[in-house]
């Protein structure tokens, strides 16, 4: 989905009509908004069992953060599916669904999901299947994510072990048998891996770095384009030492034992978590994908509940409202806003302070703490007669 759109969620008592009916409101907040800085569409909001005041307040304050953890865990699975299709927005796009639509096509045609979310259910009780399923996503998202990044991790590491150089590289593939000296009880073989710019003085230095290098052992191995590679002999009661003076030389000491069969059976191993994490990949994926609709379902029925909230508390009771979503783009939104503040700033009555001009005073900084300590701001802290909630999907 575009980055380009937002959409204001408008909530506005069916009392800005002469008729005081809900389709004759909305056709008035279409006319507030106007074509000009955005498209507005019902979005039907149920009626929910309201309980107490005090109740109600508190709901608010729980929703709202409900919501940033929802937009949070949306953002997070949203990554996590561009990570594992390599930032590929195509085919990002083509993954990020809700209910298997496009997300603007089930934001226009948003319906309560009264099968998930039973809507005679108390506010508490939708509140907490909510704040749990959310978690659940969380936490299932990234427990699959953490296990397809340790197997992709080890399959990365297995297949540079196979196409490094020869300081790192497996060298089950590189060393013979014959040049391995086993099962004695004297002697050991040392496999060196020395940089191209040391070569010419290997041979000249390696039987003197240590006691009982045996002379004249150093045979070369293999070279690549970086390092070549040696197998020199000593007496084990001095291979730690040779070692330690390897290194202080600049020189690779590459830990090997040879295993009969050892090619095939690395092969096989690289083979086996190549398709381990293909397996995985394609069901993170898949996870990535429906957890991604599933949080995004979430958020939007929270800021459903939290318009609903708020509309109460701002409304009162009876209820009769009709709730709008306006389709617009963050250059637009601002607008859009000031547009609705001027038609409908009447519904804050005495509340506000005016300019000369009878428009609300926006820089009464109290004003503004007395509103937002009440729960009448909308995001951003900013205070509106009306019920508004600004949000973007990504």
Same mark, same amino acid.
């Given at each position: 989905?575009?980055?380009?759109?937002?959409?204001?969620?408008?909530?506005?008592?069916?009392? *800005?009509?002469?008729?005081?009916?809900?389709?004759?409101?909305?056709?008035?907040?279409?006319?507030?908004?106007?074509?000009?800085?955005?498209?507005?569409?019902?979005?039907?909001?149920?009626?929910?069992?309201?309980? &107490?005041?005090?109740?109600?307040?508190?709901?608010?304050?729980?929703?709202?953060?409900?919501?940033?953890?929802?937009?949070?865990?949306?953002?997070?699975?949203?990554?996590?599916?561009?990570? *594992?299709?390599?930032?590929?927005?195509?085919?990002?796009?083509?993954?990020?669904?809700?209910?298997?639509?496009?997300?603007?096509?089930?934001? $226009?045609?948003?319906?309560?999901?009264?099968?998930?979310?039973?809507?005679?259910?108390?506010? =508490?009780?939708?509140?907490?299947?909510?704040?749990?399923?959310?978690?659940?996503?969380?936490?299932?998202?990234? =427990?699959?994510?953490?296990?397809?990044?340790?197997?992709?991790?080890?399959?990365?590491?297995?297949?540079?072990?196979?196409?490094?150089?020869?300081?790192?590289?497996?060298?089950?593939?590189?060393?013979?048998?014959?040049?391995?000296?086993?099962? =004695?009880?004297?002697?050991?073989?040392?496999?060196?891996?020395?940089?191209?710019?040391?070569?010419?003085?290997?041979?000249?230095?390696?039987?003197?770095?240590?006691?009982?290098? +045996?002379?004249?052992?150093?045979?070369?191995?293999?070279?690549?384009?970086?390092?070549?590679?040696?197998? +020199? &002999?000593?007496?084990?009661?001095?291979?730690?030492?040779?070692?330690?003076?390897?290194?202080?030389?600049?020189?690779?000491?590459?830990?090997?034992?040879?295993?009969?069969?050892?090619?095939?059976?690395?092969?096989?191993?690289?083979?086996?978590?190549?398709?381990?994490?293909?397996?995985?990949?394609?069901?993170?994926?898949?996870?990535?994908?429906?957890?991604?609709?599933?949080?995004?379902?979430?958020?939007?029925?929270?800021?459903?509940?939290?318009?609903?909230?708020?509309?109460?508390?701002?409304?009162?009771?009876?209820?009769?409202?009709?709730?709008?979503?306006?389709?617009? &783009?963050?250059?637009?939104?601002?607008?859009? $806003?000031?547009?609705?503040?001027?038609?409908?700033?009447?519904?804050?009555?005495?509340?506000?302070?005016?300019?000369?001009?009878?428009?609300?005073?926006?820089?009464?900084?109290?004003? =503004?703490?007395?509103?937002?300590?009440?729960?009448?701001?909308?995001?951003?802290?900013?205070?509106?007669?009306?019920?508004?909630?600004?949000?973007?999907?990504?």
């Amino acid at each position: 989905m575009s980055k380009a759109t937002k959409y204001l969620l408008v909530s506005l008592p069916t009392s *800005i009509s002469p008729s005081n009916e809900h389709d004759e409101a909305l056709t008035a907040l279409r006319s507030a908004v106007t074509t000009d800085f955005g498209t507005v569409t019902p979005f039907p909001i149920p009626e929910f069992k309201i309980g &107490t005041l005090d109740a109600l307040v508190q709901q608010a304050d729980e929703l709202a953060k409900l919501e940033t953890n929802c937009e949070g865990v949306a953002a997070k699975v949203g990554d996590s599916l561009k990570t *594992i299709l390599q930032g590929d927005e195509n085919k990002l796009s083509q993954q990020k669904t809700v209910n298997d639509k496009p997300v603007d096509q089930y934001l $226009r045609t948003f319906s309560w999901n009264k099968v998930k979310y039973r809507a005679d259910k108390p506010l =508490s009780e939708l509140i907490d299947t909510l704040q749990k399923e959310i978690i659940s996503i969380d936490n299932d998202v990234k =427990s699959k994510y953490t296990q397809y990044n340790q197997v992709k991790t080890n399959l990365t590491t297995l297949q540079r072990k196979q196409t490094g150089n020869l300081s790192n590289k497996s060298l089950t593939s590189v060393v013979p048998k014959n040049l391995i000296i086993q099962d =004695s009880e004297y002697l050991e073989t040392h496999l060196i891996a020395v940089p191209k710019n040391l070569v010419r003085d290997f041979p000249k230095t390696y039987e003197t770095i240590s006691p009982w290098v +045996v002379p004249r052992s150093a045979q070369r191995i293999d070279a690549d384009d970086e390092f070549t590679l040696y197998a +020199v &002999t000593t007496f084990k009661k001095y291979s730690q030492e040779f070692i330690h003076k390897c290194r202080e030389q600049k020189w690779t000491p590459r830990d090997f034992q040879f295993k009969e069969g050892g090619k095939e059976e690395e092969q096989k191993e690289v083979e086996k978590v190549a398709k381990e994490e293909k397996r995985l990949w394609g069901e993170a994926l898949r996870l990535g994908r429906t957890g991604w609709g599933e949080a995004v379902m979430a958020w939007v029925h929270v800021l459903a509940l939290r318009v609903f909230v708020e509309t109460v508390l701002r409304y009162g009771l009876p209820l009769s409202f009709v709730c709008g979503m306006v389709k617009t &783009t963050p250059k637009l939104a601002k607008k859009a $806003r000031n547009s609705l503040d001027a038609s409908y700033s009447y519904l804050a009555g005495n509340a506000f302070g005016r300019d000369k001009k009878g428009r609300i005073a926006k820089d009464d900084a109290s004003t =503004s703490a007395d509103m937002q300590a009440a729960g009448h701001t909308g995001d951003g802290g900013d205070y509106s007669a009306y019920v508004c909630y600004e949000f973007q999907v990504n």
